[in-house]
């Protein structure tokens, strides 16, 4: 029981140490460490615990910030059983009378639209924005393996509506921004980056025609007024081949019919989104935009 190739998540239980991995856009999967992790805890304590708020997030699993550290486990507990205290374990009294609760990869966990309520007191309003647009994404090219749309904006907003906890003006800033079709939380953060800059709210994930009706490509964000595309391009966009191939024939198209494309890679936007910004208002105001 003291050996190398076991973890030690709470006092009394040992786990198989499992290499870390993230989820994918083929196959959104709650990772594997943070499984063990929850399956450890009820053993732990006995019975089978409610996980909210951001071990809640992770389970689904939504887009959370990279820079949040491993933090404890969230779970709810139903007054009038009290909440059990553990190291490791954050619990909460779930107080909302219309928090729902199911099942995920064999874990009870609360339904999204509370998950969004709760992480409203925790995460910031562009983040924020990243989940809601996530957890209403039905993907154009449906996966066996993605099984969203989780809700829709409608059922969201209708929950944030009634939502009285705290957190709950961040919660309405927030769902009256998501929108349908944002397909990774860096579109959803560039998006809210220009229009927090006073710049138009662009289109999401459109298609792009040409003169004749014949179909370009797909473009992360569009203002079709001004004839600007802003591309984000992230890690996969680099790493694979086809990818890459297939994107740069598809951005050749778009300028070959008259678009202007920005193109945007994930170093040079979380180094420095102020630059970001000011590359697509001078791509508008290039093509006539006067604010």
């Known amino acids: 029981m003291r050996g190398a190739d076991l973890d ?51 389970l689904w699993p939504v887009p959370l910030p990279p820079d949040l550290v491993e933090e404890d486990l969230h779970i709810g507990v139903v ?30 966990i609360v339904d999204p639209a509370t998950m969004f309520c709760q992480l409203a007191s925790v995460l ?9 647009d996530a ?59 220009v229009v927090d800059a006073g710049l138009p709210e662009p289109e999401v994930n459109v298609s792009i025609t ?14 079709r007024r001004w004839r600007v595309i802003v591309e984000y391009d992230g890690d996969q966009h680099r790493t694979d081949t086809r990818q890459f191939d297939r994107d740069v024939r598809r951005l050749e198209r778009f300028a070959a019919h008259g678009w202007t494309v920005v193109r945007i890679t994930g170093r040079a936007f979380f180094g420095d989104r102020a630059a ?6 001078h791509a508008l105001i290039a093509a006539g935009w006067r604010g």
């Open 124 to 132: 910031p309003l562009a983040d924020l924005i990243a989940v809601g």
């Open 135 to 193: 957890l209403i994404h039905a993907p154009v090219y449906p996966n066996p393996l993605d099984d969203r749309p989780w809700l829709t904006q409608a059922e969201l907003a209708e929950r944030v509506a009634v939502f009285r906890g705290r957190g709950k003006a961040v919660a309405a800033r927030a769902v009256a921004r998501i929108r349908p079709g944002v397909e990774s939380r860096p579109e959803s953060l560039v998006r809210v980056a």
């Open 79 to 108: 007054p009038p059983a009290r909440p059990p205290r553990r190291r490791g374990v954050h619990a909460h009294k779930l107080l909302d009378p219309r928090a729902l609760v199911g099942r995920r990869h064999g874990c009870r």
């Open 210 to 223: 040409g003169s004749r009706g014949e179909f370009l490509g797909r473009a992360d964000l569009v203002y």
């Open 276 to 281: 970001t910004v000011a590359r697509v208002r």
């Open 8 to 58: 030690r998540p709470f006092r009394g239980v040992r786990v198989p140490k499992v290499t870390p991995s993230a989820p994918t856009p083929a196959s959104p999967a709650a990772p594997p460490a943070l499984l063990a992790r929850c399956v450890a805890l009820a053993v732990a304590l006995g019975g089978d615990p409610i996980f909210t708020h951001l071990t809640a997030a992770r």
